[in-house]
């Protein structure tokens, strides 16, 4: 490799936790507006709402198959899986959980999405997982046994609500987990997919229960935030797994419970005590730790056949073309072995054994 192709082989790592970072802000603000504007709908109709927003941000968002790998028959499978634990057993289990305890607590519990997902990509994907990684899973924990504390003392419907939010991130971590595998096909494509699954589950299960239709304004206003909380944060969630792996894009991600905290007490939620300002210094010291990981060595790469979006200057895309393009563009390609060392993060082309 080259210098040049060293220094690129960083970016990565860095443009992934940006759009991590920036998924977790649009999701984060997206909770208390949820509990706000939901109140009193039920739980299907919340959901289904939430994600016919997302479906359209699909819709409107997808690339020419020249740009981004499209989906293929055999990915249905995990696309349904994904559906259902991302967009009907986590937004239905975090509607409700909503209802019945406070947005700042929620949102905070939201933070332990991040230790569903990296233990799980530890298992699925063998992403790398040291000490450090481990430490900071365990202070996310802590934080999350630390609210469900203060709600136990506030009562019990408070309990229930938080342990149904808990519910909703074993949810969206297997969700996470099961998207790493289809993070190299166009996100537009896959945002539309499951949010349409999504939204038709969660309204048959909305009519069969019989919950009432929701007020116009408040039907719109979640189908926008259905749009950016849900639609657009996931389209950057999972190109920041492209970029740098499962584990790591759910301890960015941690953050969105600490925006949506803020953005709930800035809304007017008094409800915080000693207790839960303990479990979210927990939760951040856990975010802070896992982030200032660092791992770099010399690795082989074997042979790999697969189709993604790509550049030509990363070090890793040095094979030639006819219809050469400069910019980022996507075709099926063969890596040849290459032996190698600089600093990586377990993207698609390191998820080697350590």
Same mark, same amino acid.
């Given at each position: 490799m080259t210098e040049r192709s060293l220094a690129n082989a960083a970016l990565p790592a860095v443009r992934g936790g940006l759009l991590a970072l920036l998924a977790a802000a649009l999701f984060g603000v997206s909770t208390p507006l949820v509990q706000h504007f939901g109140r009193g709908l039920g739980a299907f109709t919340t959901a289904c709402l939430l994600y016919a927003g997302a479906a359209a941000v699909g819709a409107i968002s997808r690339q020419r198959a020249q740009k981004e790998a499209r989906l293929l028959r055999s990915d249905l499978p995990r696309l349904f899986l994904m559906a259902a634990f991302g967009?009907?057993?986590?937004?239905?289990?975090?509607?409700?959980?909503?209802?019945?305890? %406070?947005?700042? %607590?929620? %949102?905070?519990?939201?933070?332990?999405?991040a230790l569903f997902t990296a233990v799980l990509a530890r298992l699925m994907y063998r992403e790398m997982m040291g000490k450090r990684v481990w430490g900071a899973m365990l202070l996310l924990l802590a934080g999350g046994l630390a609210l469900v504390i203060d709600q136990g003392l506030s009562g019990g419907v408070q309990l229930w609500g938080l342990l149904a939010v808990l519910l909703a991130t074993a949810a969206w971590g297997t969700d996470n987990t099961l998207s790493r595998g289809l993070a190299e096909r166009d996100p537009s494509q896959v945002v539309l997919g499951k949010a349409v699954v999504g939204a038709v589950a969660t309204a048959l299960l909305a009519w069969a229960f019989g919950e009432r239709l929701p007020a116009l304004d408040a039907a719109v206003i979640l189908l926008v935030v259905g749009a950016t909380g849900y639609g657009l944060s996931l389209r950057f969630y999972l190109l920041a797994q492209r970029a740098f792996g499962a584990a790591r894009t759910g301890s960015v991600f941690a953050c969105a419970p600490f925006i949506g905290a803020a953005f709930a007490i800035a809304l007017g939620d008094r409800s915080g005590s000693w207790i839960m300002l303990a479990g979210g210094a927990l939760m951040l010291t856990g975010v802070a730790?896992?982030?200032?990981? %660092?791992?770099?060595?010399?690795?082989?790469?074997?042979?790999?056949?697969?189709?993604?979006?790509?550049?030509?200057?990363?070090?890793?895309?040095?094979?030639?073309?006819?219809d050469f393009e400069r910019g980022s563009h996507s075709h099926r390609h063969v890596h040849t072995p290459l032996l190698h060392k600089h600093a990586h993060v377990p993207d698609a082309h390191h998820r080697h054994e350590h």
């Open positions: 967009a009907v057993i986590g937004p239905v289990a975090l509607a409700w959980g909503l209802q019945h305890t %406070s947005g700042t %607590s929620a %949102s905070l519990m939201l933070t332990l999405e730790l896992h982030l200032e990981e %660092s791992h770099g060595h010399e690795h082989r790469h074997g042979t790999l056949d697969h189709e993604h979006a790509h550049t030509h200057d990363d070090g890793h895309h040095n094979h030639v073309h006819d």
